[in-house]
């Protein structure tokens, strides 16, 4: 089984920063993507940021600039960055890995999510 826990949410001002935190533990044999998605009330999950095993990042355009996603492979933990925050950044994150697990004598890729964390950011 594998977990994601998050880290991190909180309330800040406008223009305040915040980072988040997400740690993968459990029968992990390795990670490719790991990112962030949000939902903000009344809206669908939107991607937020993304990043690769080998460093490679895409970011939605509402937050290039302002977000930076980065991960620490050797204890798999993928981090967010949030800088010059908005109201309208207001959601709970969501940390998202797509991680390959031994099954039996197989492997197998799975998506796994965290519970998300609250960010509120007021005007």
């Known amino acids: 089984q594998v977990r994601l826990v998050e880290s991190g949410g909180g309330l800040v001002q406008a223009g305040g920063s915040l980072r988040l935190s997400c740690e993968a533990s459990?029968?992990?044999?390795?990670?490719?993507?790991m990112g962030w998605y949000r939902q903000a009330p009344g809206k669908q999950r939107e991607l937020v940021a993304a990043?690769?095993?080998?460093?490679?990042?895409n970011y939605a355009d509402s937050v290039k600039g302002r977000f930076t996603i980065s991960r620490n492979n050797a204890r798999n933990i993928v981090y967010l960055q949030m800088n010059s925050l908005k109201p309208e950044d207001t959601a709970v994150y969501y940390c998202?890995?797509?991680?390959?697990?031994?099954?039996?004598?197989?492997?197998?890729?799975?998506?796994?999510w965290g519970q998300g964390t609250l960010v509120t950011v007021s005007a």
């Open positions: 998202n890995a797509g991680v390959l697990i031994r099954d039996s004598l197989k492997f197998r890729s799975i998506d796994v």
């Open positions: 990043i690769t095993s080998g460093g490679s990042a």
């Open positions: 459990g029968s992990i044999f390795s990670i490719n993507v």
